[in-house]
């Protein structure tokens, strides 16, 4: 990812729904509001997922493994060390988000007590 253009897909995925937007307006020339409105709503939903995965995924952070030692999170359930065993993906639906979101993490595990974490 650069400074310049850090999340190059981004412009090529909103020009492809600018393009899907113009094309669906050529084709449905006496739509009414409603459904422009449920159109536009559509073609939104699909760069929303996109900024919104790109977003999640671009940090380092959400990988404990590369942080610091002081920083590494710790046990919910006794403050033990969590250590990582292989990663989780899991599907998860935010507020306002009318699709889920695909998110892949390193589960995490505390060596004291045993019990299981896939961060945030």
Do not use: K
Request: aromatic share 6%.
């Amino acid at each position: 990812m650069s400074e310049a253009e850090p999340f190059p897909a981004w412009a090529t995925r909103t020009s492809a729904v600018e393009a899907e937007l113009v094309a669906w307006r050529a084709a449905h020339p006496r739509a009414t509001l409603s459904e422009i409105e449920a159109a536009v709503q559509q073609a939104v939903t699909c760069l929303r997922e996109q900024y919104l995965s790109d977003l999640i995924h671009a940090s380092g952070a959400t990988d404990p493994t590369t942080l610091p030692d002081t920083a590494q999170p710790v046990c919910p359930t006794c403050g033990g060390r969590l250590a990582p065993r292989g990663w989780q993906e899991r599907t998860v639906l935010t507020a306002g988000q009318p699709t889920p979101v695909h998110l892949r993490r390193r589960y995490l595990v505390c060596a004291a007590c045993g019990s299981g974490v896939f961060p945030p």
